[in-house]
Structures are given as C-alpha cells and as structure tokens.
Nanobody, 126 residues
Framework: QVQLVESGGGLVQAGDSLRLSCTASGGTFSTYHTGWFRQAPGKQREFVAGITRTGSTTSYEDSVKSRFTISRDNTKNTVYLQMNGLKPEDTAVYYC???????????????????WGQGTQVTVSS
C-alpha cells in the first residue's frame, strides 16, 4: 500500500484560501485513484473531492463544488486540494486517501479506500 502524508492545513478566516497537499510514497502513485475526505468533531468522515489516477475525472461534494478544486501531479506523487472561499463549516480534519481499481471512476465511499494519511487540521474562523 502507498503511504500518504498531508500538509497545508491551518487556521484561516472566513473567505480565505488554503491549498492542501498529499504526497505519496512506497507505491506507484499513478496507479491509484485518490480522494480528499474530512471529519469534523462528532461527525462521520465525509467525502470532499476525488480524482482518478490520470486526472481525467473529478467529483465533488455539493457544498464545495464551486469553491474547491482537486488536482494531481503524478510526476511529484502529489494530489492537491485548492480551497477557496472557506467557511466556518469547512472546519475539520482533512484526510487524503488512495484506492486501486481497474475502473476509472471516482468513488465517494470511505470503505472503498485502502490507504489513508494522518490528516491535517483546517480551522476557519468567522
């Protein structure tokens, strides 16, 4: 399994932007579909955005669709989440995840992903 390390979280004000990065090691990154999830205190982990292994297909949770952008650079073994127009309700620990599949589709189910990072905290103040 690939190992994932997230970075880029922090404390920002409402309306600000952040870019999260997730760097992979120990596997062939270009063979993994990846996703970003988040978990707020007392809530279940939820899908935020996903991207297929070649970057040809992306998908977003409705509340972030016009504000967040997922991308990847397979030459750098890294997937990004650009977050603009942050809101207090975006406050959560953000996790990067990876999965292998022959089908190039984005999956939003937590249990479909085999590898997870340790998470990075994003806090948005009002």
């Amino acid at each position: 399994q690939v190992q994932l390390v997230e970075s880029g979280g922090g404390l920002v004000q409402a309306g600000d932007s952040l870019r999260l990065s997730c760097t992979a090691s120990g596997g062939t990154f270009s063979t993994y579909h990846t996703g970003w999830f988040r978990q707020a205190p007392g809530k279940q982990r939820e899908f935020v955005a996903g991207i297929t292994r070649t970057g040809s297909t992306t998908s977003y949770e409705d509340s972030v669709k016009s504000r967040f952008t997922i991308s990847r650079d397979n030459t750098k073994n890294t997937v990004y989440l650009q977050m603009n127009g942050l809101k207090p309700e975006d406050t959560a620990v953000y996790y990067c995840a990876a999965r292998k599949s022959l089908r190039s589709v984005v999956v939003s189910v937590v249990s479909a992903y085999d590898s997870w990072g340790q998470g990075t905290q994003v806090t948005v103040s009002s």
